[in-house]
């Protein structure tokens, strides 16, 4: 069993800067990438960045790529996403997920645990 839990989400204006946590326990010693996901309203869950335990590698949607930034702090058992230059495109419902899976994790089928959720609103 594990637990996610996000926070950190709120109403910024374009250009700002918002810091989103996610603090992970249970079994998480068999995860493998840990990631976030956005979902706006009328559209599908897409993927954001995720993160490997192992070698330490990130993928980030091109949407993101020079603005957010992926990291996870063991010691505390939490990921963040740190996002600056913020778009009203990003407004959506930020979510944190972990698999076991070391490949096919860009879409939401390769994760099996998911935090409740964390709006997002960026205002012009």
């Known amino acids: 069993q594990v637990q996610l839990v996000e926070s950190g989400g709120g109403l910024v204006q374009a250009g700002g800067s918002l810091r989103l946590s996610c603090a992970t326990s249970g079994r998480t010693f068999s995860r493998y990438t840990w990631a976030w996901f956005r979902q706006a309203p009328g559209k599908e869950r897409e993927f954001v960045a995720a993160?490997?335990?192992?070698?330490?590698?990130?993928d980030y949607a091109d949407s993101v790529k020079g603005r957010f930034t992926i990291s996870r702090d063991n010691a505390k058992n939490t990921l963040y996403l740190q996002m600056n230059s913020l778009k009203p495109e990003d407004t959506a419902v930020y979510y944190c997920?972990?698999?076991?899976?070391?490949?096919?994790?860009?879409?939401?089928?390769?994760?099996?645990?998911w935090g409740q959720g964390t709006q997002v609103t960026v205002s012009s």
């Open positions: 993160s490997r335990r192992v070698g330490g590698s990130t």
């Open positions: 997920a972990s698999s076991t899976r070391v490949v096919g994790t860009t879409t939401p089928a390769g994760y099996d645990y």
